[in-house]
Nanobody, 115 residues
Framework: QVQLVESGGGFVQPGGSLRLSCLGS????????MNWYRRPPGKEREFVAS???????NYVDAVKGRFTISRDDGKYKMYLRMNNLKPEDTAVYYC?????????WGEGTAVTVSS
């Protein structure tokens, strides 16, 4: 079955960096666009970034210039490099893929940005 597993979250000071990873299985990884979402404390889940099968990317305005999404289809992995982290980036980050009209989610990895 479809599975998505995130890793790489942790505690970091403002201005620091982290790289998140998502390992996908149970579907033809190279065929589908992949997405990152996040849920800040007390807020709804929100879109962060996407990468299409051909490599085109899209970002929410709040992270443009700081975050970089990428993928390695040979490893069935997607990444999110996060630089110059801000307290507002604190959230649980989720990997997502949409196929057969259904959204699939990982369990999330927590990122805390605080002094």
């Amino acid at each position: 079955q479809v599975q998505l597993v995130e890793s790489g979250g942790g505690f970091v000071q403002p201005g620091g960096s982290l790289r998140l990873s998502c390992l996908g299985s149970g579907f033809t990884f190279s065929t589908y666009a992949m997405n990152w979402y996040r849920r800040p404390p007390g807020k709804e889940r929100e879109f962060v970034a996407s990468i299409r099968s051909g490599g085109d990317t899209n970002y929410v305005d709040a992270v443009k210039g700081r975050f970089t999404i990428s993928r390695d289809d040979g490893k069935y992995k997607m990444y999110l490099r996060m630089n110059n982290l801000k307290p507002e980036d604190t959230a649980v980050y989720y990997c997502n893929v949409r196929l057969d009209w259904t959204d699939y989610w990982g369990e999330g990895t927590a990122v805390t940005v605080s002094s």
